[in-house]
């Protein structure tokens, strides 16, 4: 069995668990610190060491980030402190723990998780595993192997950004009945059952657990469907998958991080895929 602490940062909570990462089950209950208000950099690695030092796990941990993370670098910050562009966080961490720390993508990581030890496991080709909530978060894999920051949330429908339209946020912004709200996310699902032809969308994020709302309601072209499984876990399991070494990457695909100069653009990238508006 190995053991490693996997730690998931979100808006409101920061949290983490050791994880068996051979079953991805949590061998202790999860210990939750509130985030920082204005989740600063400085602020947030307190936290996270705080919480290595609550478990008291050597080796290394697996943490996760709601923005792009690219070879432990993070180069968005649409809800955190804009002092993360471009920033090593996978230096602060290890720096402010004293372990050696690994950085992935938050939706990323439930994707991992979800595609092993969830809902995707022993489906054989694409997996798109999607989050639902203030924002869409994706996760594309391919036989078990991630391809990391896809941030599908952020392809053009409509007009705008798909999140801001087909996300559980929009939903109840807009005082979307879940009929209504579904027909939205048909709308999104098929756009992308025409660029990547998943065999399987897994739907996570806080909609999962009312899957029986709103399940029924969409509809597919070819793909098929189903709601997450390890719902709130899922960051952590991934997360600590992904300090393992597991986080889908084949050996040798390590490359050198990028300069801050380099790896920091001042927003999220954007798609011109649009889906034209039905009549």
Not at 90 to 107: M, P, R, S, Y
Not at 116 to 124: C, K, T
Not at 250 to 272: D, L, V
Request: no cysteine; charged share 25%.
């Amino acid at each position: 069995m190995s053991v490693i602490l996997g730690i998931d940062i979100g808006g409101s909570g920061i949290k983490g668990a050791p994880v068996d990462t051979a079953t991805g089950k949590l061998l202790e209950e999860r210990h939750r610190i509130p985030t920082p208000e204005g989740a600063h950099p400085d602020a947030v690695k307190d936290v996270v060491a705080e919480l290595a030092k609550h478990f008291g796990i050597d080796g290394p941990i697996g943490v996760t980030f709601p923005g792009i993370v690219q070879h432990g670098v993070t180069l968005s910050a649409a809800n955190v402190d804009k002092d993360w562009i471009g920033l090593d966080a996978d230096a602060l961490f290890t720096k402010a723990t004293g372990q050696e720390v690994h950085l992935i993508n938050d939706a990323d990581a439930a994707g991992l998780a979800e595609a092993r030890f969830g809902a995707g496991a022993g489906v054989d080709g694409v997996v798109l595993v999607l989050t639902f909530g203030t924002g869409i978060g994706s996760a594309l894999i391919h036989n078990g192997v991630l391809v990391p920051n896809t941030e599908l949330g952020h392809l053009w429908l409509r007009d705008k950004e798909a999140e801001g339209w087909a996300s559980d946020r929009a939903r109840e912004r807009d005082d979307l009945n879940w009929k209504q709200w579904s027909k939205r996310v048909s709308t999104y699902l098929q756009h992308l059952e025409l660029l990547f032809s998943p065999d399987l969308f897994v739907i996570g994020g806080g909609v999962s657990k009312k899957a029986d709302k709103w399940q029924d309601h969409i509809k597919l072209e070819r793909s098929k469907l189903v709601p997450a499984q390890l719902l709130n876990d899922a960051g952590i399991v991934g997360a600590a998958m992904m300090a393992q070494g597991d986080g889908g990457q084949e050996k040798g695909s390590e490359e050198k991080k990028p300069t801050a100069s380099r790896a920091a653009p001042k927003a999220t990238p954007k798609t011109a895929s649009k889906v034209d508006k039905k009549k």
